[in-house]
Nanobody, 126 residues
Framework: VQLQASGGGLVQAGGSLRLSCAAS????????MGWFRQAPGKEREPVAV????????VYADSVKGRFTISRDNAKKTVYLRMNSLKPEDTAIYYCAADKYGVVGDELVAQYDYDYWGQGTQVTVSS
């Protein structure tokens, strides 16, 4: 499975971006999909995860109410809509696929993911 993240860029605080992650190979529609981010000097942290059928979604507290994760299984793509961006959202954003497609009440830990994309840079200026 290959994951290709795109959509990052430079945006002013308060602005919006939509990230996309396109999958090739594998059975995308059976995977849970997650977004992570890593800021300079910090550990990679989970942002959001969506179950295989899109019915279960979990967000990190830091992005609740501002970010929306969604997926289109026909297009083999997962999205992350980011609104009201803040400078502290600046990071490299990664998408990841978990072959165990079920999502509970908590974010899926990064070591549970099976495939990773290459990352896309998001920079929010103040």
């Amino acid at each position: 499975v290959q994951l290709q993240a795109s959509g990052g860029g430079l945006v002013q605080a308060g602005g919006s971006l939509r990230l996309s992650c396109a999958a090739s190979g594998g059975t995308f529609s059976s995977y849970a999909m997650g977004w992570f981010r890593q800021a300079p000097g910090k550990e990679r942290e989970p942002v959001a995860v969506i179950s295989w059928n899109g019915r279960n979604i979990v967000y990190a507290d830091s992005v609740k109410g501002r970010f929306t994760i969604s997926r289109d299984n026909a297009k083999k793509t997962v999205y992350l809509r980011m609104n009201s961006l803040k400078p502290e959202d600046t990071a490299i954003y990664y998408c990841a696929a978990d072959k165990y497609g079920v999502v509970g009440d908590e974010l899926v830990a990064q070591y549970d993911y099976d495939y990773w994309g290459q990352g896309t840079q998001v920079t929010v200026s103040s």
